[in-house]
Structures are given as C-alpha cells and as structure tokens.
C-alpha cells in the first residue's frame, strides 16, 4: 500500500528530533517533505510552523509533523492555517486519541519535553491510527467553521 507523505518542521529547539524522526519515516518507506530547520541556529518557531500547515492545508503532505522545545509555539503557529489540526501530544494515547476523535494532521511534539522513545512511539501510533469519524465527524467539521 503506497504511504502518504509526511511534511516536517521544526525550529532550532526541535530539529535534531525532527531529523531523528524523518530518519524513521525514511527507514519505514514514507516520502518525507523536510521543510527545515536543519541546524541550531536561532530562528522563529511561527515561521516553521506556518509552512508546514501550508503544505498539509495545501495537499502536498498528507500529515505533518511540528516539533519546537515543547510543541505549543509551534502547534499555536500551525493551527492558525485553515485545515491544519495540529495536535500536542506527550504519550500514546493523546496520539492515538488526536487521530481516533479529532482527525489530526499534524503531530506536535516537544523536544525538550518528550523523550525520543515516547516521540518515536508517538509517531507510530499517530501514522497508524484511522479517525473514527460517526459523532466525531460532525464535531470535527466544526472546527472548519469560520470563527
Ligand atoms: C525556543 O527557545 C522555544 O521558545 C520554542 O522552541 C518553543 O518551545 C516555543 O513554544
């Protein structure tokens, strides 16, 4: 079955995650779309973030991944992009649950808050979790709706 291409962010915080998990996704056969940061250098969590909503919103990746040093900044960034649903997640069941009740896609992580297990962990169920849709459906459609 072809794997839908995963998107990826970060900001200076995040990207040695970020490389880590592209690395996995690489290794598991998933087309990645790396949209940097890809060194230490200090740069703006909302730019990152932004782009990546674009490229999820837009269809050229079908789910995303954030990662800043605890994932709000930059999940606040990718969730002002209409069609993005970024979901901060620290354990498996807010992944399973983000995908399963709210069709998220886009996972944030924090770097500094997560550990690399748990973000692999993460990722994995995040990927291979379906929305329930039914009761979810309606709700989620909500969150399309203009403010
Ligand atoms: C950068 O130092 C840090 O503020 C950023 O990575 C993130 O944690 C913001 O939410």
Do not use: W
Not at 4 to 11: C, E, F, I, K, S
Not at 70 to 98: E, F, K, W, Y
Not at 112 to 119: F, I, L, M, N
Request: charged fraction near 20%; glycine fraction near 10%; aromatic fraction near 4%.
């Amino acid at each position: 079955m072809t794997k839908p291409t995963v998107a990826l962010a970060a900001d200076h915080a995040g990207f040695e995650l970020k490389d880590l998990l592209r690395d996995e996704l690489k290794s598991a056969g998933y087309p990645i779309l790396d949209l940097g940061t890809n060194s230490s250098q200090s740069v703006d969590y909302p730019d990152f973030g932004r782009k990546l909503a674009e490229a999820v919103a837009n269809g050229e990746a079908a789910l995303g991944v954030v990662v800043c040093g605890t994932g709000i900044g930059i999940s606040i960034a990718a969730n002002r992009v209409p069609g993005c649903r970024a979901a901060l997640c620290h354990d498996t069941t807010t992944a399973r649950l983000a995908r399963q009740h709210n069709d998220a896609n886009v996972l944030a992580l924090g770097a500094r808050t997560t550990g690399v297990e748990t973000a692999k962990d993460c990722l994995k169920t995040f990927l291979e979790t379906a929305f329930e849709g039914g009761r979810h459906a309606r709700r989620v459609a909500k969150l399309g709706a203009p403010a």
